[in-house]
């Protein structure tokens, strides 16, 4: 009987662990809304016209230019790849920090226009996360200040309090697909990575957010639909709206046609 008893506990199957979802980290530029090429990107032309430079970045270009997380990581990457023989008798550096800083500018002008909107469901999902007391965060490459001019845009003047954090900008040394925004992110909020779900748009963010060791679904846009999302819990067009409903490209299905918080829930059990 109690060699019986050894076998058995030999090949018990270990009970699998549930996590509690606790919070949902959203990426901006592509996942919140459709900023790069119809923000971003006129931006950055503005911002090269106003210095006096002949460059021009059309949609098929920055669709390339993507590849690189960071607009100041962008600008580089352009001129080491694609404007070779550009010769500048002063500091790279700090050209680069000039147009970004006037990028930045032109940016946010942009969005006071309010011509930039949220992506289907977002508002929709941040309203239904905040009503379950489930905490949400960003991170991102972009800079505080785009988030913020993008958050009072489209959600209102006080909605930046609804994030436990915004994780932006150059507060990490390493861009996506390096984990780093993800890890000051959880570390923030004081979670694991296995209480948190990632929303992404893109392969870096993927990349990024695998690394760090969070499950994660992606909403692609047209600049990232041939992305390679190894990994991804599920691979959606958008997350869907009442009157939009949304399509599962891959991955794990939905309840309905619209991702909701159960959705959501069951996609983060998963892990």
């Known amino acids: 009987m109690q060699k019986l008893a050894i076998i058995l506990a030999h090949f018990k199957v270990k009970k699998r662990v549930i996590y509690q979802l606790k919070a949902v ?33 059309d949609e098929a270009l ?65 309203k239904a996360l905040r009503y379950a007391n489930l905490r949400i965060a ?7 200040e785009n988030v913020s001019a993008l958050i009072y845009s489209t959600l209102g003047e006080t909605a930046e309090a609804w994030f ?19 890890d000051y992110c959880l570390a923030e909020m004081d979670l694991s990575a296995t209480e948190c779900l990632v929303i992404e748009d893109s392969e870096n963010g993927v990349k990024a957010s695998l690394a760090a060791g969070i499950p994660t679904i992606v909403t692609l846009n047209s600049y990232t639909e041939e992305d390679d999302f190894s990994g991804a819990i599920s691979v959606l067009n958008h997350l869907g709206d009442a009157d ?28």
């Not at 500018?105 to 930039?116: D, G, H, P, R």
């Not at 409903?245 to 959705?263: F, K, Y």
Request: aromatic fraction near 12%; charged fraction near 20%.
């Open 138 to 144: 960003i991170a991102t490459a972009s800079t505080t």
């Open 164 to 182: 436990d954090c915004i994780a932006a900008g150059d507060i990490v040394k390493t861009k996506k697909p390096a984990p780093d925004i993800f």
């Open 25 to 57: 980290i959203f990426d901006v530029d592509g996942t919140l809304a459709e900023t790069e090429r119809d923000g971003h990107r006129i931006a950055f032309n503005q911002a090269f016209s106003a210095a006096g430079l002949d460059w021009f970045w």
């Open 62 to 126: 920055y669709g390339q230019l993507l590849a690189v997380s960071g607009g100041k990581e962008r600008i580089s990457y352009y001129l080491s790849s694609f404007h070779t023989d550009y010769e500048y008798d002063g500091s790279m550096a700090l050209l680069i920090d000039s147009l970004y800083a006037a990028k930045t500018q032109f940016y946010v002008a942009l969005l006071a226009t309010k011509s930039i909107g949220l992506r289907p469901g977002i508002a929709r999902l941040i």
């Open 244 to 271: 939009l409903a949304c399509q599962v490209l891959a991955g794990a299905s939905i309840m309905s046609d619209a991702v909701t918080v159960d959705d959501l829930k069951a996609f983060h059990a998963r892990q």
